[in-house]
């Protein structure tokens, strides 16, 4: 491209570009320099955005993984990862999240690889990534007994986390320091946890029983002694995007957990509040899930009570993880294998959202579907036990749910 020199004596001299260019001829005059040079630039522009189109598409390949973890799909999930690693190969959340999917298929040592390989990575650097995968690994090695390797990365996670975090990875520091009879670090980890009841030592001791001590803290949510159940060899599609307990700021699972065992049923409830629930807001709506939490442990459980909720804008967000069992049919047998889905909202006093039905429909049918639950087997909760829940108008829009999984 060649501009022509500027004349002072002729004001309207054209500019031309060399015939080189498009394959023939053109003359701009002077006065349209301007505009032509900022459409080049423009289209400079655009150029350049188009070579960043891979972030969204990653970004949301993310979402759906972890989306699958939460619904306890890891086998398809960790396609998602894969494909991720595929074009960034140091993918930090990539490769834990890999890690996840091989610690539920109890395939140790290529998870163990895999969270090294984040270690290593070069967004590993990122503050707000630090400590995660030294803590799964902790958690992997004090699980298989190494408490000296256990130790080594969880006081790398403890030093580098802050808050509950911090406070989970001195449980199970304690732990391993308790293990290998290292005073100064179980008073250390020890000094950074706030719950320390009877009844959470005495279920650690039976969880750890090597090493001794009086009153040994507690301890993340034991693993469970049976896996959450693979997906079935053929794919299944349409999984809804989930919300993280991250989103909602989840509190710490207390240890009083139980493995969920077999998945052979659903259960749909209404969250029930005094009042009509209105709140659509991201925000709003992640402090009442929250809340539900907080008044759910005042009782004694672990954990907030059900599996999911959907709230009035359809968004689904991880509740109690797949592999526990929930605390919201009744009784323990009701809740053994019974995922609990709660819908926000009074449901005797207004009307669910069409957003909400459609959530609703698609997160059932994909569960029903990943576990091989017949529509028979899909309950309001006033099926289960005596109680209006999940309220009249959201009662046959669950027997319609029943009736198109059959």
């Not at 501009?3 to 004596?9: E, G, L, Y």
């Not at 998870?111 to 799964?136: F, T």
């Not at 299944?236 to 998945?263: D, K």
């Given at each position: 491209?060649?501009?022509?020199?500027?004349?002072?004596?002729?004001?309207?001299?054209?500019?031309?570009?060399?015939?080189?260019?498009?394959?023939?001829?053109?003359?701009?005059?002077?006065?349209?320099?301007?505009?032509?040079?900022?459409?080049?630039?423009?289209?400079?522009?655009?150029?350049?955005?188009?070579?960043?189109?891979?972030?969204?598409?990653?970004?949301?390949?993310?979402?759906?993984?972890?989306?699958?973890?939460?619904?306890?799909?890891?086998?398809?999930?960790?396609?998602?990862?894969?494909?991720?690693?595929?074009?960034?190969?140091?993918?930090?959340?990539?490769?834990?999240?890999?890690?996840?999917?091989?610690?539920?298929?109890?395939?140790?040592?290529?998870?163990?690889?895999?969270?090294?390989?984040?270690?290593?990575?070069?967004?590993?650097?990122?503050?707000?990534?630090?400590?995660?995968?030294?803590?799964?690994?902790?958690?992997?090695?004090?699980?298989?007994?190494?408490?000296?390797?256990?130790?080594?990365?969880?006081?790398?996670?403890?030093?580098?986390?802050?808050?509950?975090?911090?406070?989970?990875?001195?449980?199970?520091?304690?732990?391993?320091?308790?293990?290998?009879?290292?005073?100064?670090?179980?008073?250390?980890?020890?000094?950074?946890?706030?719950?320390?009841?009877?009844?959470?030592?005495?279920?650690?001791?039976?969880?750890?029983?090597?090493?001794?001590?009086?009153?040994?803290?507690?301890?993340?949510?034991?693993?469970?002694?049976?896996?959450?159940?693979?997906?079935?060899?053929?794919?299944?599609?349409?999984?809804?995007?989930?919300?993280?307990?991250?989103?909602?700021?989840?509190?710490?699972?207390?240890?009083?957990?139980?493995?969920?065992?077999?998945?052979?049923?659903?259960?749909?409830?209404?969250?029930?509040?005094?009042?009509?629930?209105?709140?659509?807001?991201?925000?709003?709506?992640?402090?009442?899930?929250?809340?539900?939490?907080?008044?759910?442990?005042?009782?004694?459980?672990?954990?907030?009570?059900?599996?999911?909720?959907?709230?009035?804008?359809?968004?689904?967000?991880?509740?109690?993880?797949?592999?526990?069992?929930?605390?919201?049919?009744?009784?323990?047998?009701?809740?053994?294998?019974?995922?609990?889905?709660?819908?926000?909202?009074?449901?005797?006093?207004?009307?669910?959202?069409?957003?909400?039905?459609?959530?609703?429909?698609?997160?059932?049918?994909?569960?029903?579907?990943?576990?091989?639950?017949?529509?028979?087997?899909?309950?309001?909760?006033?099926?289960?036990?005596?109680?209006?829940?999940?309220?009249r108008y959201l009662e046959k829009h669950v027997d319609q749910l029943g009736r198109a999984i059959r």
């Amino acid at each position: 491209m060649r501009w022509v020199r500027r004349d002072p004596q002729r004001r309207a001299r054209p500019a031309s570009i060399g015939a080189g260019t498009f394959g023939f001829p053109l003359r701009f005059p002077h006065r349209l320099r301007l505009r032509f040079r900022l459409g080049i630039a423009f289209f400079a522009w655009a150029a350049a955005g188009c070579t960043v189109t891979q972030t969204p598409r990653r970004d949301s390949d993310l979402v759906y993984a972890q989306s699958l973890g939460a619904l306890g799909d890891y086998r398809q999930a960790e396609v998602l990862y894969r494909s991720v690693l595929s074009r960034d190969p140091d993918n930090y959340v990539a490769l834990v999240g890999i890690a996840r999917c091989h610690r539920q298929a109890r395939e140790t040592d290529a998870a163990i690889e895999a969270l090294q390989a984040a270690i290593r990575s070069s967004e590993a650097a990122d503050p707000a990534v630090h400590g995660e995968a030294e803590g799964l690994l902790g958690d992997i090695y004090l699980e298989k007994r190494d408490y000296k390797a256990a130790r080594e990365q969880l006081t790398i996670a403890f030093d580098r986390t802050t808050g509950e975090a911090r406070e989970s990875h001195a449980m199970r520091l304690y732990v391993a320091c308790r293990a290998l009879g290292d005073k100064a670090g179980m008073d250390r980890a020890y000094a950074a946890i706030r719950n320390r009841t009877d009844r959470t030592f005495a279920m650690l001791r039976d969880h750890h029983p090597a090493g001794s001590a009086s009153r040994p803290a507690a301890t993340s949510p034991p693993s469970p002694r049976e896996p959450v159940p693979r997906a079935p060899e053929s794919r299944v599609t349409g999984a809804p995007r989930i919300l993280s307990r991250e989103q909602w700021h989840a509190g710490r699972v207390r240890s009083n957990t139980e493995p969920m065992g077999r998945i052979t049923r659903i259960t749909i409830h209404h969250t029930g509040e005094e009042s009509p629930c209105y709140l659509r807001g991201l925000a709003e709506t992640a402090e009442r899930i929250h809340a539900f939490q907080l008044t759910h442990q005042r009782r004694g459980w672990a954990d907030i009570a059900y599996h999911f909720i959907v709230d009035r804008g359809g968004r689904v967000w991880a509740g109690r993880s797949l592999e526990y069992v929930g605390a919201h049919a009744g009784n323990p047998n009701l809740n053994q294998g019974n995922i609990g889905v709660a819908v926000l909202g009074n449901f005797n006093k207004q009307i669910p959202t069409d957003d909400q039905i459609t959530s609703l429909r698609q997160l059932v049918i994909y569960l029903a579907k990943r576990y091989n639950v017949p529509g028979s087997r899909i309950y309001s909760h006033g099926e289960m036990r005596q109680t209006d829940c999940p309220g009249r108008y959201l009662e046959k829009h669950v027997d319609q749910l029943g009736r198109a999984i059959r």
